[in-house]
Protein backbone atom coordinates (compact mmCIF):
# COMPACT_ATOMS: atom_id res chain seq x y z
CA UNK A 1 0.00 0.00 0.00
CA UNK A 2 0.90 3.40 -0.26
CA UNK A 3 0.61 6.11 2.14
CA UNK A 4 1.06 10.12 1.89
CA UNK A 5 2.47 13.02 4.20
CA UNK A 6 1.31 16.64 3.75
CA UNK A 7 3.54 18.47 6.66
CA UNK A 8 1.63 21.63 6.79
CA UNK A 9 -1.51 21.57 7.72
CA UNK A 10 -1.92 25.31 7.04
CA UNK A 11 -0.59 27.58 5.28
CA UNK A 12 -0.88 31.32 5.61
CA UNK A 13 0.64 33.64 2.87
CA UNK A 14 0.42 37.06 1.29
CA UNK A 15 -1.16 37.91 -2.22
CA UNK A 16 1.67 37.78 -5.08
CA UNK A 17 4.39 35.58 -2.80
CA UNK A 18 5.32 32.17 -3.48
CA UNK A 19 4.09 29.31 -1.69
CA UNK A 20 5.39 25.78 -1.71
CA UNK A 21 3.54 22.93 -0.38
CA UNK A 22 5.03 19.89 0.95
CA UNK A 23 3.40 16.22 -0.23
CA UNK A 24 6.16 13.31 0.12
CA UNK A 25 4.76 9.90 -0.38
CA UNK A 26 5.59 6.62 0.83
CA UNK A 27 5.70 3.00 -1.81
CA UNK A 28 7.45 -0.04 -2.53
CA UNK A 29 6.12 0.40 -6.49
CA UNK A 30 6.27 2.69 -9.06
CA UNK A 31 3.62 5.68 -8.71
CA UNK A 32 1.16 8.19 -9.94
CA UNK A 33 0.96 11.38 -8.04
CA UNK A 34 -2.00 13.98 -7.80
CA UNK A 35 -2.66 17.04 -6.45
CA UNK A 36 -6.43 18.61 -5.86
CA UNK A 37 -7.87 21.62 -4.86
CA UNK A 38 -11.14 21.41 -2.79
CA UNK A 39 -13.40 25.29 -2.50
CA UNK A 40 -14.84 25.44 0.15
CA UNK A 41 -18.11 22.74 0.15
CA UNK A 42 -17.24 21.74 -3.02
CA UNK A 43 -15.71 18.31 -4.95
CA UNK A 44 -12.34 17.93 -5.84
CA UNK A 45 -10.57 19.68 -8.59
CA UNK A 46 -7.65 18.03 -10.55
CA UNK A 47 -4.73 20.93 -10.84
CA UNK A 48 -1.69 18.54 -12.20
CA UNK A 49 -0.58 15.11 -12.30
CA UNK A 50 1.94 13.41 -12.36
CA UNK A 51 2.60 9.91 -14.68
CA UNK A 52 5.76 9.91 -16.31
CA UNK A 53 8.06 11.76 -18.21
CA UNK A 54 9.67 15.04 -16.99
CA UNK A 55 9.94 15.27 -13.39
CA UNK A 56 8.59 19.16 -13.59
CA UNK A 57 4.91 19.11 -13.67
CA UNK A 58 2.66 22.22 -14.66
CA UNK A 59 -0.98 22.24 -13.77
CA UNK A 60 -4.20 24.93 -14.24
CA UNK A 61 -4.01 28.12 -12.24
CA UNK A 62 -0.11 28.73 -12.38
CA UNK A 63 0.67 25.41 -10.49
CA UNK A 64 3.64 22.56 -10.67
CA UNK A 65 4.93 20.59 -9.13
CA UNK A 66 8.26 18.64 -8.90
CA UNK A 67 8.73 14.78 -8.82
CA UNK A 68 11.74 14.32 -6.88
CA UNK A 69 11.54 10.08 -6.37
CA UNK A 70 15.04 9.94 -4.51
CA UNK A 71 13.14 12.05 -1.93
CA UNK A 72 9.86 10.59 -2.72
CA UNK A 73 8.32 14.04 -2.76
CA UNK A 74 5.87 15.77 -4.94
CA UNK A 75 5.99 19.72 -3.95
CA UNK A 76 3.15 21.84 -5.56
CA UNK A 77 4.75 25.48 -6.07
CA UNK A 78 3.22 28.86 -7.18
CA UNK A 79 5.26 31.89 -7.95
CA UNK A 80 2.67 34.13 -7.19
CA UNK A 81 -0.09 33.84 -5.29
CA UNK A 82 -3.87 35.36 -5.71
CA UNK A 83 -6.44 35.69 -3.13
CA UNK A 84 -8.45 32.88 -5.29
CA UNK A 85 -6.01 30.58 -4.61
CA UNK A 86 -7.20 29.74 -1.04
CA UNK A 87 -8.66 26.55 -0.71
CA UNK A 88 -7.72 23.46 0.83
CA UNK A 89 -5.16 21.20 -1.22
CA UNK A 90 -4.93 17.36 -1.37
CA UNK A 91 -2.06 15.33 -2.47
CA UNK A 92 -2.60 12.22 -3.94
CA UNK A 93 -0.81 8.55 -4.73
CA UNK A 94 -2.01 5.84 -6.77
CA UNK A 95 0.24 2.66 -7.63
CA UNK A 96 0.68 1.93 -11.41
CA UNK A 97 -1.28 -1.05 -11.00
CA UNK A 98 -3.76 -0.06 -8.00
CA UNK A 99 -7.03 1.12 -8.09
CA UNK A 100 -7.16 3.16 -5.23
CA UNK A 101 -6.40 6.74 -4.05
CA UNK A 102 -4.65 7.67 -1.11
CA UNK A 103 -4.82 10.89 0.02
CA UNK A 104 -2.87 12.76 2.57
CA UNK A 105 -4.41 14.89 5.07
CA UNK A 106 -4.60 18.28 3.28
CA UNK A 107 -3.41 21.90 3.36
CA UNK A 108 -5.09 25.15 3.95
CA UNK A 109 -3.92 27.35 2.05
CA UNK A 110 -4.81 31.03 2.96
CA UNK A 111 -3.80 34.10 1.11
CA UNK A 112 -3.79 37.15 2.92
CA UNK A 113 -4.50 40.61 1.19
CA UNK B 1 -13.94 17.30 -20.75
CA UNK B 2 -14.25 15.01 -17.60
CA UNK B 3 -16.85 16.12 -15.83
CA UNK B 4 -18.58 14.34 -13.14
CA UNK B 5 -22.15 15.72 -11.46
CA UNK B 6 -23.92 14.72 -8.13
CA UNK B 7 -27.36 15.20 -6.96
CA UNK B 8 -28.83 16.64 -5.17
CA UNK B 9 -26.06 18.91 -3.79
CA UNK B 10 -27.66 19.11 -0.61
CA UNK B 11 -30.18 17.33 1.55
CA UNK B 12 -32.10 17.01 4.81
CA UNK B 13 -33.82 14.18 6.33
CA UNK B 14 -35.44 12.68 8.84
CA UNK B 15 -34.03 10.15 10.99
CA UNK B 16 -34.84 7.13 9.43
CA UNK B 17 -35.13 7.54 5.90
CA UNK B 18 -33.42 6.73 3.09
CA UNK B 19 -32.05 9.12 1.20
CA UNK B 20 -29.85 8.32 -2.80
CA UNK B 21 -27.29 10.03 -4.49
CA UNK B 22 -27.19 10.13 -8.00
CA UNK B 23 -23.48 10.35 -9.34
CA UNK B 24 -22.78 10.72 -13.42
CA UNK B 25 -19.93 11.02 -15.66
CA UNK B 26 -21.40 13.47 -18.04
CA UNK B 27 -18.72 13.05 -20.94
CA UNK B 28 -17.20 9.95 -20.62
CA UNK B 29 -17.58 6.22 -19.72
CA UNK B 30 -16.73 5.40 -16.14
CA UNK B 31 -16.04 1.88 -15.60
CA UNK B 32 -14.99 2.34 -12.21
CA UNK B 33 -17.01 4.57 -9.85
CA UNK B 34 -15.65 5.61 -6.15
CA UNK B 35 -17.40 6.97 -3.13
CA UNK B 36 -16.31 8.86 -0.32
CA UNK B 37 -16.68 10.37 2.86
CA UNK B 38 -15.44 14.10 4.10
CA UNK B 39 -16.22 14.91 7.31
CA UNK B 40 -15.20 18.64 8.63
CA UNK B 41 -11.41 19.55 7.81
CA UNK B 42 -10.68 16.25 7.22
CA UNK B 43 -9.59 14.06 4.42
CA UNK B 44 -11.68 11.82 1.74
CA UNK B 45 -12.43 8.84 3.53
CA UNK B 46 -13.06 5.72 0.70
CA UNK B 47 -16.18 4.22 1.45
CA UNK B 48 -16.26 2.04 -1.48
CA UNK B 49 -15.12 1.06 -5.05
CA UNK B 50 -17.98 -0.03 -7.92
CA UNK B 51 -17.21 -1.47 -10.97
CA UNK B 52 -20.42 -1.45 -13.72
CA UNK B 53 -22.62 -4.30 -13.57
CA UNK B 54 -20.36 -5.64 -10.32
CA UNK B 55 -20.98 -5.34 -7.19
CA UNK B 56 -19.53 -2.73 -4.93
CA UNK B 57 -16.28 -3.08 -2.96
CA UNK B 58 -16.61 -1.65 0.75
CA UNK B 59 -13.72 -0.61 2.59
CA UNK B 60 -13.06 -1.95 6.43
CA UNK B 61 -15.66 -0.63 8.64
CA UNK B 62 -18.14 0.71 6.20
CA UNK B 63 -21.42 -1.29 6.32
CA UNK B 64 -23.08 -2.13 3.10
CA UNK B 65 -26.03 -3.04 4.21
CA UNK B 66 -26.24 0.47 5.15
CA UNK B 67 -24.53 2.09 2.39
CA UNK B 68 -25.99 0.39 -0.50
CA UNK B 69 -24.52 0.81 -3.98
CA UNK B 70 -25.06 0.49 -7.20
CA UNK B 71 -23.35 1.04 -10.90
CA UNK B 72 -25.65 0.18 -13.30
CA UNK B 73 -24.57 1.75 -16.01
CA UNK B 74 -20.98 3.37 -17.57
CA UNK B 75 -22.57 7.13 -16.83
CA UNK B 76 -24.47 6.46 -13.35
CA UNK B 77 -23.67 5.49 -9.63
CA UNK B 78 -25.77 5.28 -7.33
CA UNK B 79 -25.40 5.48 -2.70
CA UNK B 80 -28.45 4.76 -1.11
CA UNK B 81 -27.92 5.66 2.75
CA UNK B 82 -30.81 3.58 4.70
CA UNK B 83 -32.24 4.54 7.75
CA UNK B 84 -29.99 7.27 7.81
CA UNK B 85 -29.19 8.60 11.43
CA UNK B 86 -27.68 12.04 12.66
CA UNK B 87 -24.58 10.36 12.90
CA UNK B 88 -24.80 9.58 9.03
CA UNK B 89 -24.81 13.28 8.42
CA UNK B 90 -21.43 14.16 5.93
CA UNK B 91 -19.96 15.49 3.26
CA UNK B 92 -20.12 12.62 0.57
CA UNK B 93 -18.13 12.78 -2.50
CA UNK B 94 -17.96 10.33 -5.55
CA UNK B 95 -15.34 10.42 -8.51
CA UNK B 96 -15.30 8.40 -11.69
CA UNK B 97 -12.65 6.90 -14.05
CA UNK B 98 -12.04 6.20 -17.38
CA UNK B 99 -11.03 2.22 -18.27
CA UNK B 100 -7.45 2.64 -19.14
CA UNK B 101 -6.78 5.95 -17.45
CA UNK B 102 -5.46 5.98 -13.89
CA UNK B 103 -7.31 10.05 -13.26
CA UNK B 104 -10.27 10.36 -10.90
CA UNK B 105 -12.17 13.09 -11.86
CA UNK B 106 -14.39 14.47 -8.76
CA UNK B 107 -18.50 15.44 -8.72
CA UNK B 108 -19.04 18.24 -6.39
CA UNK B 109 -20.16 16.51 -3.60
CA UNK B 110 -23.38 16.33 -1.30
CA UNK B 111 -23.92 17.25 1.80
CA UNK B 112 -26.35 15.32 3.95
CA UNK B 113 -28.32 16.51 7.08
CA UNK B 114 -29.78 13.75 9.16
CA UNK B 115 -32.14 15.56 11.66
Known amino acids: AQSVTQLDSQVPVFEEAPVELRCNYS??????LFWYVQYPNQGLQLLLKYLSGSTLVKGINGFEAEFNKSQTSFHLRKPSVHISDTAEYFCAVTSWSGNQFYFGTGTSLTVIP | GAVVSQHPSWVICKSGTSVKIECRSLDFQATTMFWYRQFPKQSLMLMATSNEGSKATYEQGVEKDKFLINHASLTLSTLTVTSAHPEDSSFYIC???????????FGPGTRLLVL
Open chain 2, 95 to 105: SAREAGEETQY
Open chain 1, 27 to 32: SSVSVY
